[in-house]
């Protein structure tokens, strides 16, 4: 009864929709027009920070430590040479001031923050005293004065792995970012200036660092996005030309897109919201969603006119529209429920940001499809598609070879239930199999293709020298000079011993490391004066020597100003979290049980304790996600087919399809890391509408045209299938563009979501109606009611 | 050369430039730029002194390091004797610093540092000019100039006038004479503001070679001690770093002739008082 009311109001408002269709388009082109005029406002931001919220506690205290110690995330410039003598010849060495000096005048740079063989200060034992002077100042003119430099370098271990190599055959060049937003526009400029360089003499320069990650995803992502974006478009639109072969088939759905990612973005942009790495993905995924509804819509259409070919336009619309406002009500609603679960589920604001401008989009492609699709429909005369024939009578719907494939899967699926049932119940046996082995990892490196520039410059630099990827220990102690206690400064050298033992740590820097140097260079450069001193005193005159001939900002790195905080830096040669995690969480058990004492503590900070916190909490989001977005959508569709049972069918394929990717993930080795942690969510956003569709047509023909449950499926196949078909068509070979991205984890999670449709698709077609055959639930019992409200008799759409 | 041939000196070159230089019609504020620095110069500083000084440092987040200084600093000839005996805190107090400063710029300076906890005294490279003196703001040769300033490095120009701490001063510019000098010391242009009664810099604005704005110092609390302008307090602000370097001069004396033999090795290790 309900629904008759419904459909009633719908007929009402869709009759006045068709009456006013230049008004309201008039009104959905301003819309577009206003949304995308602040498309350009819209600002980019790919540091992997802004993956993380900026009040996350391992983020607060990073922020902390990087005011205090300066440390940020750099650019590094390596120079590497093959040479008997290394980067030790005069040409390699002058390569180096040069390329010092051209980097301090890029702006955006800090002049005072690049540490380079050029810029270091050696610390040398002499016999009257100490000696603090640069490596080398001037040209380097001959070898020998090369070789010198060589074994100042080699003497000062502090040094050896962290600016030089220990065979000595490259060297680095570390600039911090002044402004880390202005990475991309830094990192162009060093590319440039690298390729200028004059690296005659057989070396070969890198520009990598997490600065350089930054800089690099940048243009990355705009040159993946002006390529995705028109292909996307296009191959919808091959699509939408197979399903009806005309031209307002594709023009008016084409206009939705238009709106849809026109408004999400100017909406973005309006509201300061920047574009990250994945936003890439957002218009690609809004295209493929978009001209869902309008597909259904538009089969629905032709297949009035096809079988009442004397209606007036405005008859047609209002009748195609009256049928299927429910299902795409529903399917809007669950898509957007599966968006939102993305956007409460996870604490990454990119993510957020997705999951808010997908819903978004979907519900702006909704108004469109609502209104400015029967609206568009309205100005044009009626004009059938070749693929929908004209019929008269009750025949068969319309056959083309879509509609003859659905037909045989469907008579096939309803005389097969069990055997399709016995197979997904195998598959779902062998997908557990698969689901166990996912292993959650994340790598920032592996973002990159293996034959990109920066990938194949952070993996020469994790080759030659420690790493690229930072641990840093805090130290603290509770009063100003608590650090020139000789007893808490062992406790620091301790604890670099045992962090260089862990795996993937290649070495560690503190103050310790110069202060043993100042010792030693103290005592005539005796080796076994390389330690620290026992006298407090003595440190304290040591940093007040220091400062009469070093820079003052030299100990800027490792120790605060009244030595009451010291860093302690650990590199690692890898940035992969299953790595990291085991330096961490060792990290932090020797920090609890060995280290910290009443007078002296320490706590984890740096790069890589934040891409630990950061995963870490990936995956309890992504599930919370996944159970979020099945929960809102087992809600939808549970309350408007007013069945739990029903709902809980809907989610059947879904379900299905995020265990087998799982499974494919398991098989295959991907990880479930950033890029990937979004699939499900979105399967489910978008998957669901297979079910939902199937469902709601066969409780329209079983209550509403009276049919047998058999007959019913005979019936669904041809119509809701075939505008099924090309509904997965347009959002499997949606995601299937973004599979082509030069972007790895927008591939990967563009082919996962392509799995996951897939698998909903063909469940939605199969297990689906098999189940409902066996279970026969009760939402499909036919009404007692004898009396049928009249629905739609064609002369009631005479408008005038 | 005492007071009053100074002042002679002062008004003959004052008489000479209002009549060769500049019409009389503009009169005597116009003076050139080399000029001022001549009077800057010719400024007597006292033939040696003895002053408690307290060097206060403060970095850009407000933390603060003290020490408390006694300085001595004598001429021998042209060749200037400085020495630094550091009286707290606890764990430098002792450390001595000396530095014989030649008048030829090709020779490097001799500096000699004692540290206590060693028992030694350590000679210690010769800095650039333009490095920074002992972890304050100031370089070496900001500290060797004290408040005059050098004529062979710069060129001079007098580009106007204003009020600095309720004081007239014209206004200066100076632009180092070549790259290499300007990178020696660390500076592409010093524009200081002179007062013109006592020709005491009150107030220089430095600009780093890259030319952005490096760091101010202000010359304050200018008492006359013995029939001397000294300046008891300077402060620097570093525009980069944000670091604070305050000194304060006090118990100046310079009447007091300062043994020579203070200014040696010797005496740096015992120390004084």
């Not at chain 1, 890029?106 to 009257?128: F, K, N, V, Y």
């Not at chain 1, 705009?222 to 091959?238: C, G």
């Not at chain 1, 449709?757 to 036919?782: C, H, W």
């Amino acid at each position: 009864m309900k629904n008759q009311i419904l459909n009633t109001r719908a007929e009402h408002f869709f009759s006045k929709v068709t009456t006013y269709p230049k008004t309201l388009l008039t009104l959905g082109i301003f819309a577009i027009l206003l949304a995308v005029s602040f498309i350009p406002q819209l600002t980019k931001d790919t540091r992997t920070e802004a993956f993380i919220p900026t009040d996350h506690p391992a983020v607060v205290y990073r922020d902390k430590v990087e005011e205090i110690f300066g440390l940020k995330d750099p650019m590094v410039i390596s120079v590497m040479n093959d040479d008997p003598e290394g980067v030790f010849n005069p040409h390699s060495l002058n390569l180096v001031r040069w390329l010092t000096d051209r980097v301090s005048e890029i702006p955006g740079i800090d002049p005072e923050r690049i540490t380079s063989l050029a810029t270091e200060d050696d610390i040398i034992g002499t016999e009257e005293g100490m000696l603090i002077e640069p490596f080398y100042e001037d040209e380097i003119a001959n070898q020998e004065e090369a070789t010198k430099v060589r074994g100042a370098v080699m003497d000062f271990p502090l040094y050896l792995g962290s600016l030089v190599a220990r065979d000595g055959n490259a060297t680095l060049i570390v600039a911090e970012l002044l402004d880390e937003s202005r990475a991309q526009e830094i990192y162009e400029s060093l590319l440039k200036l690298v390729s200028e360089a004059p690296a005659n003499g057989g070396e070969t320069i890198h520009v990598a660092g997490e600065g350089a990650v930054a800089g690099y995803l940048g243009s990355y992502i705009d040159a993946d996005a002006q390529r995705l974006n028109p292909v996307a478009a296009i191959v919808i639109s091959l699509i939408l030309f197979f399903a009806y072969r005309t031209m307002r088939g594709v023009m008016l759905p084409n206009f939705i897109v238009l709106g849809t990612v026109g408004i999400s973005l100017g909406v973005m942009a309006a509201m300061d919201i920047p574009f990250y790495i994945i936003t890439n993905a957002l218009p690609v995924v809004l295209i493929g969603i978009a001209v869902a509804d309008s597909i259904h819509i538009l089969a629905q259409y032709y297949e009035e006119m096809a079988q009442h070919p004397d209606s007036t336009q405005q008859a047609l619309i209002v009748r195609a529209m009256t049928q299927m406002w429910r299902p795409v009500t529903i399917t809007t609603l669950t898509t957007i429920a599966g968006f939102m679960g993305i956007y409460f589920a996870s604490f990454m604001p990119p993510m957020k940001a997705f999951g808010l401008f997908a819903a978004l989009g979907v519900a702006s492609a909704y108004l469109f499809t609502m209104i400015v699709l029967p609206a568009g429909l309205a100005l044009l005369k009626p004009l059938p598609s070749p693929v929908f024939l004209i019929r008269t009578g009750h025949e068969k719907p319309s056959s083309d070879r879509y509609s003859r494939f659905m037909t045989k899967a469907g008579r096939w699926v309803a005389t097969h239930p069990t055997t399709v049932l016995i197979s997904t119940a195998l598959v779902i046996v062998i997908s557990v199999i698969g689901a166990l082995q996912l292993e959650v990892n994340e790598s920032r490196i592996d973002n990159f293709q293996t034959k990109e520039v920066i990938y194949l410059a952070d993996q020469a630099i994790n080759e030659s020298l420690d790493g690229t990827a930072y641990l840093d220990v805090v130290i603290e102690t509770p009063k100003a000079e608590g650090l020139l206690i000789p007893a808490n400064l062992r406790r620091i050298e301790a604890l670099q011993r045992y962090l260089e033992t862990l795996p993937h740590v290649k070495g560690t820097t503190s103050i310790v490391d110069y202060l043993k140097q100042m010792n030693r260079a103290m005592h005539e450069d005796q080796p076994e004066t390389y330690v620290l001193p026992e006298d407090a005193d003595l440190l304290a005159q040591y940093f007040l020597l220091y400062s009469a001939s070093g820079d003052p900002s030299d100990f800027e790195e490792e120790i605060d100003y009244d030595y009451r905080l010291a860093n302690v830096r650990a590199t690692m040669d890898t940035g992969r979290y299953s790595d990291e995690k085991i330096v961490v969480e060792a990290a932090q058990h020797y920090i609890q049980n060995t280290f910290n004492v009443p007078g002296i503590t320490a706590k984890l900070s740096g790069r890589v304790n934040i891409d630990y916190h950061w995963i870490s909490s990936l995956t309890e989001s992504h599930f919370r996600g996944i159970v979020l977005a099945l929960i809102a959508v087992w809600l939808m569709a549970a309350l408007t087919f007013r069945s739990a049972l029903a709902g809980l069918l809907a989610l059947v394929p879904v379900g299905m399809a995020i265990l087998i990717i799982y499974a494919v993930m398991g098989f295959s080795g991907i990880w479930l890391g950033v890029g990937t942690s979004m699939f499900a969510a979105i399967a489910i956003g978008v998957g669901v509408d297979f079910s939902i569709h199937t469902i709601d047509r066969l409780i329209s023909l079983v209550k509403e045209d009276e049919l047998p449950l058999t007959e019913a499926f005979v019936q669904l196949f041809p119509s809701t299938g075939r505008a099924m078909l090309f509904n997965f068509f347009a959002v499997f070979f949606g995601f299937g563009v973004l599979a082509t991205s030069q972007v790895p984890p927008l591939a990967r999670f563009g082919s996962l979501v392509g799995v996951a449709v897939s698998v909903s698709f063909l469940a939605s077609m199969t297990v689906l109606p098999a189940l409902i055959k066996v279970l026969q639930p009760g939402f499909l019992k036919p009404k007692n009611k004898v009396v049928e409200v009249e629905i739609m008799p064609e002369t009631s759409y005479e408008f005038k | 050369m005492n007071k009053q041939t100074q002042k002679t000196i002062a008004i003959f070159t004052l008489l000479v430039s209002i009549f060769l230089i500049n019409p009389p019609a503009s009169a005597e504020k116009k003076l050139t730029g080399d000029e001022i620095a001549r009077r800057i110069n010719a400024r007597d500083e006292g033939e040696s002194v003895s002053r408690k000084l307290v060097m206060e440092m403060i970095d850009r987040r407000g933390k603060r390091r003290e020490r408390v200084t006694l300085g001595f600093r004598k001429y021998f000839g042209d060749e200037k004797r400085t020495v630094i005996f550091y009286q707290s805190p606890k764990n430098v107090k002792g450390t001595g610093f000396l530095t014989y400063d030649y008048p030829k710029a090709d020779v490097d300076d001799d500096q000699w540092l004692y540290l206590p906890a060693m028992r030694k005294v350590r000679r210690i490279s010769a800095s650039d000019r333009g490095d920074a003196f002992l972890g304050t703001d100031f370089s070496y040769e900001d500290i060797k100039k004290e408040t005059k300033i050098s004529l062979e490095d710069y060129q001079y120009s007098n580009i106007g006038e204003e009020e600095v701490d309720g004081h007239h001063t014209i206004i200066i510019e100076q632009i180092p004479i070549n790259k290499e000098v300007a990178k020696e010391l660390g500076y592409s242009r010093v524009v200081s503001s002179v007062d013109s009664e006592i020709w005491m810099t009150r107030k220089s604005e430095f600009w780093d070679v890259r030319g952005n704005r490096l760091k101010t110092i202000y010359t304050r609390e200018i008492r006359k001690v013995q029939g001397i302008w000294t300046a008891h307090r300077l402060e620097v602000i570093n525009h980069k770093t944000g670091h604070l370097t305050n000194f304060t001069f006090s118990e100046v004396d310079y009447s007091e002739g300062i043994d020579d033999d203070l200014f040696t090795k010797v005496m740096l290790k015992r120390g004084v008082r």
